[in-house]
């Protein structure tokens, strides 16, 4: 069902204290809601980061993989109800992966802060694959694997 999975209130609040519990931590101080939810509307996934913050469970929430266009959007619903909106976005940015940071989300600062994934392009930008050398053990290995 709708609650089992997404980013319902339900499943967020749930999720959430799982986590705290395996972690055993009382509270966290950002939690981030990663990747989009096409189901859950925008609003739902604003207030039910709220409640999160509110009840203590964390301070404050971000975003991952959102488009500029979705966290303006939260952005716009959090300061229409006096709520929290996002304070990070975490996006992959690497020298090969730049214009979202640096052009999409460009009216968002400073708004929100940023906390990246991928920096070194998983390994590429390290060097370790030059020469079409797939080293044993690295995660070229097991995405080719999977091939």
Not at 21 to 27: G, I, W
Request: aromatic share 10%.
């Amino acid at each position: 069902t709708m609650n089992r999975s997404g980013l319902s209130r339900k499943h967020l609040y749930e999720g959430l204290k799982a986590s705290l519990e395996r972690f055993k931590l009382e509270y966290i101080d950002c939690v981030f809601c990663h990747s989009v939810d096409p189901v859950t509307p925008i609003e739902e996934v604003v207030r039910a980061f709220n409640i999160l913050i509110d009840k203590g469970l964390c301070f404050y929430w971000g975003t991952s993989t959102w488009t500029a266009r979705m966290i303006e959007e939260a952005c716009a619903i959090a300061d229409r109800l006096g709520l929290q909106g996002p304070v990070m976005e975490q996006p992959k940015y690497n020298l090969l992966s730049r214009e979202i940071v640096e052009k999409d989300y460009a009216e968002l600062y400073p708004r929100i802060g940023l906390t990246v994934f991928s920096p070194l392009a998983g390994g590429i930008l390290t060097g370790k694959y030059s020469g079409n050398v797939i080293p044993e053990g690295s995660r070229q290995v097991r995405c080719c694997a999977a091939c």
